[in-house]
């Protein structure tokens, strides 16, 4: 941030596994990207699944707890209406053309974006290397990443 | 950042509409405000419920799913439990008197900070610059978001 | 920031009373410090929870509301299941040597971390200085916060 724009940087942590949390980090990585800033994103706790394989493409948004969404709790808590919500999330990301989760990432680190795992939740998880989206370079502790994010702008998500 | 006191910039991203997490963008607004720093605030998917004409006024907090509140989800989905919780933390905000959420976005843009809502998100929940609070400065992308937070210290609330 | 490396400090502000939205704070926090960091956290809204002598040791994890936990909503708001996550998650914590939540902020203060907790907030749940964490430094506001924050790198958890 002290330097010239060139070397503008900036830290995404991603620790929300939620669809409606999700795209707030994909959406500012990339347009950070498209502006000329460095950018790296750290998925930790629920974040995880954002680049977990087998949940990527299947995040949920649900209506409960969230008074924005202006469904009761109590019809909110209903089985199926964490998949309406869903289905109704993805269609206006659909109409818009913002791609799919694993679009989105491939973009990012075509991008020169960096993808990091968080080794601390991954021990936690269970999960291993294996279990994660192929771009992501590599499973890093919280020290590394505070190396990592020397001189950025560090945004939690 | 780098540059005197005078040039210290906060930009604050607001993506929840929730009561509860309403106040700390508008309260740490408002405090950067009076230290004489530069303000942004950028409203984006459910943080839109806080410059929402219709909204603003109405914004609820719910005591599912959030262990704080000391209340059993079992009970905190019953119907009334969302109003209930809202009336509460209305009447403590109003005793500390600190400022209805109308009220503080006032102060905030007479103070001199900017609001913006994220286009983005208006386009996904069928918005037009009409539904916005009036001192909304403008509607914009993610990127120039990016170029607006240049030099700022970045808040994700 | 801008200054030399032993200059860079970053801030902490933990506005979550949950099990599984304290420990990225404190994690980051003790991380920072073991790089040489100046650390300072502030604990605001329901992130008192986690410097609250009554209630450190006993924060939750809720699996309504969250899909990254995989439980569907009208089973994780039955009696029991957020008990269930918090001992499951606690379980898992132990397992990976990671401190309680009380002993994680004895760390971080015998390592030279600051914490502060937020007035406004002490205020509106009307607690006191003596409910807190022998090692919270002292109650400030907002404005105080803003001012400790000049050229560090903030966090909104």
Redesign the interface.
């Known amino acids: ?2 330097a010239e ?1 060139g070397d ?1 940087k ?1 830290c995404i ?1 991603c ?7 999700a ?2 980090g994909l ?2 990585a ?3 990207l ?2 000329g ?1 460095d950018v790296i994103m750290f998925f ?3 974040g995880l ?1 954002i680049v977990n394989k087998k949940k990527m493409e299947h ?4 209506p ?6 202006g469904i ?3 019809v ?4 199926g ?2 998949n309406l919500a869903t289905v109704m999330m993805r269609r ?2 659909e109409k ?1 053309d ?1 791609p799919l989760v694993e679009e989105f990432l491939q973009m990012i680190a075509d991008a020169g974006g960096k993808l990091y795992g968080c080794k ?1 939740s991954m ?3 269970h999960l291993t290397r294996d279990d994660l989206f192929a771009e992501v370079e590599a499973v890093v ?3 590394d ?3 990592m ?9």
Request: proline share 6%; charged share 15%.
């Open positions: 941030m002290c724009n503008r900036l942590i620790s929300k596994g939620s669809l409606d949390m795209y707030p959406v500012l990339n347009a950070a498209m502006e800033i930790t706790f629920w699944d995040l949920k948004v649900t409960i707890g969230n008074p924005s969404m009761p709790n109590s909110a808590g209903l089985p209406m964490t206006e990301i818009l913002f601390m021990d936690m998880m502790g919280a020290t990443f505070m190396e994010s020397e001189g950025a702008q560090i945004i939690f998500v």
